[in-house]
């Protein structure tokens, strides 16, 4: 009922900086958790970031807090991750992700999660 769109992966260099969108179509984002996993070539797909229905509440992964900010846009059908600081460790495909949840915490495993972008690619060269 929900399709997902990543869009703005790319190469960038260590330390810098990139802002990742995951578009939706079919249904309005309202009442839908959003969240943000990735997965290196050769390791399972992890957790990245979360952001409840309200838009307020978000939970990250240890590895990118401080470092990566979700927040979305409910007008729009949109949902952003900005991304920096970053290091090589933090190359892979990233994935965008809903469920319905009016809950305030977000879920932070892949199934709570019923719909999936095909991901878009964010390399960070050394």
């Known amino acids: 009922q929900v399709q997902l769109v990543e869009s703005g992966g790319g ?3 260590a330390g810098g900086s990139l802002n990742l969108s995951c578009a939706a179509s079919g249904r ?4 839908y958790a959003l969240g943000w996993f990735r997965q290196a ?24 807090k401080g470092r990566f900010t979700t927040s979305r846009e409910n007008a729009k059908n ?17 994935y965008c992700a ?3 949840s009016r809950a305030a915490w977000v ?16 390399t960070v060269s050394s």
């Open 11 to 13: 190469l960038v260099q």
């Open 28 to 31: 309005t984002l309202s009442n």
């Open 41 to 64: 070539p050769g390791k399972e797909r992890e957790f990245v970031a979360a952001i409840a229905w309200d838009g307020i509440h978000t939970s990250y992964a240890d590895s990118v």
């Open 78 to 94: 949109t949902v952003y991750l900005q991304m920096i600081r970053l290091t090589p460790e933090d190359t892979a495909v990233y």
């Open 98 to 100: 809903a469920t319905v």
């Open 107 to 122: 879920g932070i495993h892949r199934d709570n999660y019923d719909y999936w972008g095909q991901g878009t690619q964010v």
